[in-house]
């Protein structure tokens, strides 16, 4: 099960032409928060996240490549619910919340996202499974990139749901890390490889001053979207969010870097947001930390067979 499997959650992908980029919509409406951990964030209209915000819902999210560029996506969203009448009622006409965030995927003749690609990713969104993989956002992603592309692995997107207290929580991770992505049991799982194609091991390499890559700011981001069906408050939402960001430091290694722009999205579909006894915020935390930690590793390995990843200059899945 994946992320959709909360109900009222849609997931929709869309890639540019010829591939190497694209978007991924989150469609609700649903109570959000969020909890910024990078220090190379892109973003747009996250303070419709804030608990004192006049509006009290969202009605969708948008994860993008192509960094700033790839915000325009999210004019096609808005479009779209637009024409569905779905939004914040303004007395003259609805207008849709939509809060973005971007990774950065650039490279020469390959197209960002646009307004046409966000248009097409929420016509294509469903409650069917999310398609993992390089798709999406995650379609032009790597990891492991201290060394440059030419030695990083494909990064991607992994999603993961779990029941819990009658209810439902998922998690969706769009993985595209300086470091490495690291699994349960302390190995590597895509990361920087050197000449015989084995991993480097990116700590090691940072600590040994072994870079011969000057870490471009703003160039790498992991960015999850943690849901329920809970009716959990937008406090309360972004003290999940704030616990489930536990999982970076277990799955990608170094983290949080001022490097990349990593966040993590919480949202709600439960018809009235309540505070919950926070014995049961703690346990929910630990099971969103869990699947955050899950869908991170599964960005990188599902339909890959494993650790031993494709060229990362390939072609996206589609």
Not at 80 to 104: D, H, I, M, N, Y
Not at 113 to 137: F, W
Not at 188 to 194: D, E, F, K, P, Y
Not at 211 to 224: A, D, F, L
């Amino acid at each position: 099960m994946t992320l959709t499997a909360v109900p009222g959650v849609q997931v929709g992908h869309a890639q540019v032409q010829g591939g190497g980029s694209g978007c991924t919509a989150v469609l609700g409406p649903f109570r959000g928060a969020v909890e910024v951990r990078g220090m190379a964030t892109g973003t747009r209209e996250l303070g419709v996240l804030s608990p004192y915000h006049l509006a009290d819902r969202i009605n969708a999210l948008l994860l993008t490549g192509g960094s700033a560029f790839g915000l325009a996506a999210a004019d096609g969203v808005v479009g779209w619910l637009a024409q569905k009448g779905e939004g914040f009622e303004t007395g003259v006409s609805p207008v849709p919340l939509v809060p973005s965030a971007v990774l950065f995927d650039l490279r020469p003749d390959v197209p960002t996202p646009g307004a046409e690609e966000g248009r097409r990713a929420c016509e294509m969104a469903s409650a069917e499974p999310v398609q993992e993989g390089r798709v999406g956002a995650g379609a032009g992603a790597t990891v492991g990139k201290l060394l440059g592309s030419e030695k990083a692995c494909p990064g991607g997107i992994g999603s993961t749901s779990r029941s819990w207290g009658g209810a439902t929580l998922g998690a969706m991770a769009v993985v595209n890390a300086l470091g490495d992505v690291i699994g349960d049991d302390g190995g590597i799982l895509a990361g920087v490889r050197g000449e015989d194609g084995q991993f480097l091991g990116t700590d090691a390499l940072v600590v040994q001053g072994g870079s011969s890559h000057p870490g471009m700011p703003g160039t790498n981001t992991t960015i999850v979207v943690i849901a329920t069906d809970l009716p959990l408050s937008r406090v309360e939402l972004g003290r999940l969010a704030k616990m489930a960001s536990a999982a970076f430091p277990r799955a990608i290694s170094p983290v949080n870097t001022p490097f990349d722009g990593d966040m993590v999205f919480a949202v709600s579909t439960g018809e009235t947001g309540v505070a919950i006894p926070p014995q049961d915020l703690l346990a929910m935390g630990v099971v969103a930390r869990e699947l955050t930690e899950e869908a991170i590793r599964r960005g990188v390995t599902v339909g890959r067979g494993g650790p031993e990843a494709p060229d990362p200059m390939g072609s996206p899945n589609s």
